[in-house]
T-cell receptor, first 109, second 118 residues
Framework: GQNIDQPTEMTATEGAIVQINCTYQ??????LFWYQQHAGEAPTFLSY??LDGLEEKGRFSSFLSRSKGYSYLLLKELQMKDSASYLC??????????WGAGTKLIIKP | GAVVSQHPSWVICKSGTSVKIECRSL??????MFWYRQFPKQSLMLMAT?????????EQGVEKDKFLINHASLTLSTLTVTSAHPEDSSFYIC??????????????FGSGTRLTVV
C-alpha cells in the first residue's frame, strides 16, 4: 500500500533550525512536494523534489533520497509565523498526490 | 503566479439543502481540478478528480450522486453537496496542477470552503 510517515508534532524555538522528516512508500514515484498549512487554511506550496539531493529556497530547504524513500524539510531562522502544519506529499505513478496527516510545528519565543 | 479562487469561504446550511462550491483558475487553464475534503487534524482526502468536458472520477467510498462535480470550462469547476447532512460538515478544498515539470511545477490550492451543516 501507499504510506506516509511524519512526526505528528514538533516544537522549536524562534530563531532556531528544525528538520521535519518524512518517509514514504508509493506505487511508483514522480516527485515529492512539501506544503505548509496554517490552521483553517488551504495548503501553500513550499517545494518540489524529483531528483536526489538538496533544494534550497530561502529559509526553507528540502532534501530527497529516492532509494531510501526519505525526504526532509529544513527550516532555518524560525519565525513565529512558521507555526503551521507541514505536509509531505509524494506523487505516485498516476501523478496523484499521496497525503499524510502532516507535522504540526509549534514555535516558541 | 497561478491562482485558484474558491467561493464561498464558509457556508452554514440546513440539513437537507444543497450547497455549491466554485473554483476558478484566474490566470491559467485548469484542465484537471482535484477536490479534497479535510476533517480536523486529519490529512487531505481526495474525493474526486474532474477533467474539463468529461465526467469526474470519484475515489472509492465517495458518493457521486451526493457530491456532484461539474467542470464545464477550463477555468471553472464546481462541487455541489446535495442533501447535506451534519456529517458532511468539513473543509473542502480544490486544487489544480500548474506548470510543466521544472521549478514552477506544483499544485495550487483554492482557499478552501468551511461547510457547516446544522
Amino acid at each position: 500500500g501507499q504510506n506516509i510517515d511524519q512526526p505528528t508534532e514538533m516544537t522549536a524555538t524562534e530563531g532556531a533550525i528544525v528538520q521535519i522528516n518524512c518517509t514514504y512508500q508509493t506505487s511508483g514515484f514522480n516527485g515529492l512536494f512539501w506544503y505548509q498549512q496554517h490552521a483553517g487554511e488551504a495548503p501553500t506550496f513550499l517545494s518540489y523534489n524529483v531528483l536526489d539531493g538538496l533544494e534550497e529556497k530561502g529559509r526553507f530547504s528540502s532534501f530527497l533520497s529516492r532509494s531510501k524513500g526519505y525526504s526532509y524539510l529544513l527550516l532555518k531562522e524560525l519565525q513565529m509565523k512558521d507555526s503551521a502544519s507541514y505536509l509531505c506529499a509524494p506523487m505516485d505513478s498516476n501523478y496523484q498526490l499521496i497525503w499524510g496527516a502532516g507535522t504540526k510545528l509549534i514555535i516558541k519565543p | 503566479g497561478a491562482v485558484v479562487s474558491q467561493h464561498p469561504s464558509w457556508v452554514i446550511c440546513k440539513s437537507g439543502t444543497s450547497v455549491k462550491i466554485e473554483c476558478r483558475s484566474l490566470d491559467f487553464q485548469a484542465t484537471t481540478m482535484f477536490w479534497y475534503r479535510q476533517f480536523p487534524k486529519q490529512s487531505l482526502m481526495l474525493m474526486a478528480t474532474s477533467n474539463e468536458g468529461s465526467k469526474a472520477t470519484y475515489e472509492q467510498g465517495v458518493e457521486k450522486d451526493k457530491f456532484l462535480i461539474n467542470h464545464a470550462s477550463l477555468t471553472l469547476s464546481t462541487l455541489t453537496v446535495t442533501s447535506a447532512h451534519p456529517e458532511d460538515s468539513s473543509f473542502y478544498i480544490c486544487s489544480a496542477r500548474v506548470g510543466d515539470r521544472g521549478p514552477n511545477y506544483g499544485y495550487t490550492f483554492g482557499s478552501g470552503t468551511r461547510l457547516t451543516v446544522v
